[in-house]
């Protein structure tokens, strides 16, 4: 059986990397008395495989991973077996059984959807300026890791909206292909806005159908 699993993670985990968070999966799941798959080999490992690496203090409503069971049971059975075996941070959100043969999850993303929330003020009409020149630039040269790449391709959606408080929020939809992935800290660089000023939350993993 393949599950995939939709989860949150929030709160002093939005700290944990992504090395950590899988064997954090993989101790909650032994503890639940899973029936993992393993790999073959020498060291065997159990098939667990996240979607997608969240940066450090990025919070998300939608992290996916899937995970390979000996035998099949049902999602809600899964589910209760998991709920006294996570940390409060992490809330499954949904349980599905998927096709065996699908291609691995890393290589079915497309692109991801993020929200961010400014914590120090700025001034709206300046930020929606420069929110409109960085959609219309034909190129967005950046650097990354001693790379340099076009940041502008990587942007599918960019868009603020101000709530009653004078707040202002990003929304983001950027690529997260392989070899094609948009960083939200890059587009806020590219804004003129320091990233520790924000908040970031993954909303969404967008797959191919």
Known sequence: MRARITFTKQGALRYTGHLDLHRLWERAMRRAELPLAYSQGFHPQPKISIAAALPLGFSSRAEVLDVRLNEELSTQEITDKLKNSLPKDI???????????????????????????????????????????????????????????????????????????????LFMTLTAREGATGRPEEVLNALGIEPEYTRVERTKLIFKE
């Open 91 to 169: 809330q499954i959100t949904q349980v599905e059984s998927v096709e065996e043969r699908l291609p691995a999850l890393q290589t079915l993303i497309l692109s991801a959807e993020y929200e961010v929330h400014l914590t120090e003020p700025v001034e709206g009409s300046d930020l929606k300026r420069k929110i409109e020149e960085t959609k219309q630039s034909e190129t967005l040269p950046r650097e990354r890791r001693g790379k340099f790449y076009d940041l502008r391709p990587l942007i599918e959606r960019l868009e603020m909206e101000t709530d009653a408080n004078g707040k202002h929020c």
